[in-house]
């Protein structure tokens, strides 16, 4: 640019001004990015110091299912979808770290709003959002499910979603961390599994099953 300027070349400068200005942009947003990771992590990854105890798993997923409702309408007002949970009361408490357990629900819970949400942005006005919650038995396992009317999972990147980092949300919306850490807390800290099932546009259900000893 100096040589531009010296040679009177105005619009070769400004053209390379223009260029440094995108840069600085690109490197302000990405610093933003690293940032935001960076604290994910660090949250994500606080040890777990949790002791296991006995908890009814119904109460827990009503508690955290209304704690990310809540959440979301506190940053959008608008926001509203409906609430469906289904507990067997024949459930046992089980032997989980309720403070592990809790982050898997919001992140599941979150995820779901958030898909529902994106929904509503572009579906008719006949739409109703819904996320849905039921505890039950099967086998010697407790079962989980969380299932929201969201957009659902593109068979191109169900097999990612796991993965840490992988993220379809915008810088700032999401780290990409919620799912890989859930799943390192029910099947690493807890010896269940987290599965999925979802047609694209139409819904998502993943599924938290746990062993009741
Ligand atoms: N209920 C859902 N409906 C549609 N897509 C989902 C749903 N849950 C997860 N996904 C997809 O899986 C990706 C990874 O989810 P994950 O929870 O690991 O990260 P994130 O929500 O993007 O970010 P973070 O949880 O770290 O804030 C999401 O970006 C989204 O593309
Ligand atoms: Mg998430």
Redesign the pocket.
């Known amino acids: 640019m100096q040589s531009e300027l010296k040679n009177g070349d105005t619009a070769g400068a400004i053209a390379i001004s223009e260029d440094i200005r995108q840069n600085l942009e690109k490197i302000s947003h990405h610093g933003k990015r690293a940032d935001f990771i960076v604290k ?1 992590m660090m949250e ?1 990854s606080r040890a777990s110091t949790g002791q296991k105890e006995p908890t009814d798993i119904n109460k827990l997923s009503d508690e955290f299912l209304r704690l990310a409702y809540d959440g979301f309408q506190a940053k959008d007002k608008n926001f509203n979808a409906e609430l469906i949970t289904h507990f067997d009361e024949n459930l046992p408490k089980i032997l989980v770290v309720q403070q592990d357990i809790g982050r898997v629900l919001l ?2 819970f ?3 709003f ?3 949400n ?1 929904k509503l942005k572009t579906a008719g006005s006949d739409y109703k959002p819904e996320v849905s919650v039921t505890g039950g038995l099967e086998n010697a396992n407790a079962i989980i499910n ?1 299932k ?1 009317n ?4 593109p068979d191109a ?1 169900k097999d ?10 915008p810088t700032g ?10 799943y390192d807390i029910v099947v690493k800290g807890h010896g269940g599994t987290l599965t ?1 099932d ?1 047609v694209e546009g139409e ?2 259900t ?1 599924t938290i099953t746990l062993p009741l000893s």
């Open positions: 994910g994500h992140n599941l979150n995820n779901a958030y898909a529902v994106q969380v929201d969201g957009n659902g999972i990147i990612k979603i796991m993965q840490p980092f992988f993220t379809t949300k919306e999401g780290t990409g961390l919620g799912l890989s850490l859930s999925v979802t819904f998502s993943f």
